[in-house]
């Protein structure tokens, strides 16, 4: 067992032995791939390490690696030490590796690299806009140094990310020739999913926590149902190009101009009064159809739409309606999280992300609490 674990703390006492991290010192996370690499120099046989998470962990590089490497979590890490002090003569067994193939696929995690919102430059658009798969993709890939032979690399990131969602749009929009950039970033916003077989999606980080919309917008990308999403938010290209000459200009008065871009989410940075934001929708699905409002107003927020109840026909294809912000209690702190959509009692749940945060007073400061353990309060 190795308490500071580091690769140059690695000796050649693990010499044919499996090499065990365990300390006090985690964050922050330690050097897999050194430490694997230093342990197999030294005669080990393997590693344990403990993990925060292993977002980073699955690719090529652990195929370059001298040694089995086998992340676990802290709580397991925890186990493995109790076992060890507990029994005289430890043991690990290594075994090939094995394919398993579940019947279902879980709800999927927000990466713990990802770029978060909210967005420091214009805190009124929220960001990002969608997930989608990122993490260990296998992907075709020119040759290179790194691996001559092998035509296809795992990796990891945005680089993985946006071709999912490039080949995505690239299907809507031959299905949908007629529809706008914006209303194809509004049915793939709209139609995403943020739970899976009932279980929410997560964030990894430290704490791992379940996700919000800072985390993924509107989800995790659903491309069946953004084919029909039923309702979009489109944009007039003019409108970005006046909320980006707002902020060029340095005007302090920018925030209605983002509040009110049409855009399929929404971001209120400074709410102190009661506020109204504007949206506008276009019917694409069927001609005569009527959706009803479905708010999930945040903690300490009041949400009010008018109209609920839209009507469209052969005629008339978009509505625009009004929704107003009002604080139930005098708050003053962090960004809260809701929920606007539109249901047709169909096929079609037409749902937008809303970020608010709360302030009473600009001056103010927020009653802080520090909890403590009974050890430490001793």
């Not at 699905?285 to 708010?295: E, L, R, S």
């Not at 300490?300 to 912000?325: A, H, R």
């Amino acid at each position: 067992m190795i308490i500071n674990c580091n690769a140059g703390n690695i000796d050649n006492t693990v010499k044919g032995k499996i090499a065990f991290c365990f300390g006090t010192k985690f964050d922050p996370q330690l050097d897999d791939y050194n430490i694997t690499k230093a342990t197999g120099e030294k005669g080990g046989k393997g590693v344990i390490l403990p993990q925060y998470n292993t977002d980073l962990v699955l690719g090529d590089i652990l195929l370059t690696l001298p040694i089995p490497f086998v992340p676990v979590d802290y709580e397991i890490t925890y186990r493995i030490y109790q076992y060890k002090e507990n029994d005289g003569t430890p043991k690990v067994k290594i075994s090939f590796t094995r394919t398993t193939i579940g019947t279902e696929v879980s709800a999927p995690k927000v990466a713990v690299f990802l770029s978060r919102g909210p967005s420091p430059i214009y805190p009124g658009v929220l960001k990002p806009d969608i997930a989608a798969p990122g993490v260990s993709i296998l992907a075709a890939s020119p040759k290179t140094t790194f691996f001559e032979q092998a035509p296809y690399h795992f990796n990891s990131g945005t680089s993985m990310s946006c071709p999912h969602v490039s080949g995505i749009i690239a299907v809507l929009k031959s299905l949908h020739p007629q529809w706008s950039p914006a209303a194809l970033k509004s049915a793939i916003m709209t139609t995403a999913s943020n739970e899976r077989y009932g279980f929410p999606t997560l964030a990894d980080g430290l704490p791992q926590k379940t996700a919000d919309p800072f985390d993924y917008s509107g989800g995790f990308i659903d491309p069946n149902r953004a084919v029909d999403p039923g309702l979009a938010d489109d944009v007039d290209p003019e409108d970005y190009t006046t909320f980006l000459d707002c902020y060029s200009a340095g005007n302090s008065s920018c925030e209605s101009e983002s509040r009110n871009l049409n855009l399929p989410s929404i971001a209120i940075p400074n709410l102190t009064a009661p506020t109204t934001v504007l949206r506008t929708v276009t019917n694409v699905g069927q001609a005569d159809a009527v959706y009803k409002a479905v708010v999930q107003s945040p903690p300490g927020v009041q949400i009010s739409v008018e109209p609920t109840v839209l009507k469209f026909s052969q005629g008339k294809n978009t509505q625009s309606f009004k929704i107003t912000f009002t604080m139930t209690h005098k708050l003053h702190g962090g960004y809260l999280f809701g929920s606007l959509a539109w249901s047709d009692g169909g096929a079609h749940y037409v749902r937008i992300p809303i970020a608010v945060r709360p302030v009473e007073n600009a001056n103010n400061s927020t009653d802080r609490s520090v909890s403590v353990s009974p050890q430490k309060a001793l």
